[in-house]
Nanobody
Framework: QVQLLESGGGLVQAGGSLRLSCVGS????????TGWFRQAPGKEREFVAA????????YYADSVKGRFTVSRDNAKNTVYLQMNSLKPEDTAVYYC?????????????????WGQGTQVTVSS
């Protein structure tokens, strides 16, 4: 069983930055392909970024490419999402997700493990 816990959300002005963290339980965290998703009120959950189990490969949604950076520190069982140049449309609950895989996934149904989410609010 894998448990994920996100942190780092908050209120920030447009143009600001936040760094989200996702801490995973278990000794095999380094074997997990991990992704970040977000869900705004009244909208479906959408893919944000993914990182392979090794951290060597990453993939981003077009809406965040060039502004967000996903990384991981397997020694700390942690995946990060650095968010820069934030926009009001980035406001959402951000979720960390993980799955046993050697590839990256971009669809929510492909991930088995989910965190509880952390709220990010960007004011204009």
């Amino acid at each position: 069983q894998v448990q994920l816990l996100e942190s780092g959300g908050g209120l920030v002005q447009a143009g600001g930055s936040l760094r989200l963290s996702c801490v995973g339980s278990g000794r095999t965290f380094s074997s997990l392909s991990t992704g970040w998703f977000r869900q705004a009120p009244g909208k479906e959950r959408e893919f944000v970024a993914a990182i392979s189990w090794s951290g060597e490969s990453t993939y981003y949604a077009d809406s965040v490419k060039g502004r967000f950076t996903v990384s991981r520190d397997n020694a700390k069982n942690t995946v990060y999402l650095q968010m820069n140049s934030l926009k009001p449309e980035d406001t959402a609950v951000y979720y960390c997700a993980a799955q046993w895989a050697r590839v990256m996934y971009v669809r929510a149904y492909e991930y088995h493990y989910w965190g509880q989410g952390t709220q990010v609010t960007v004011s204009s």
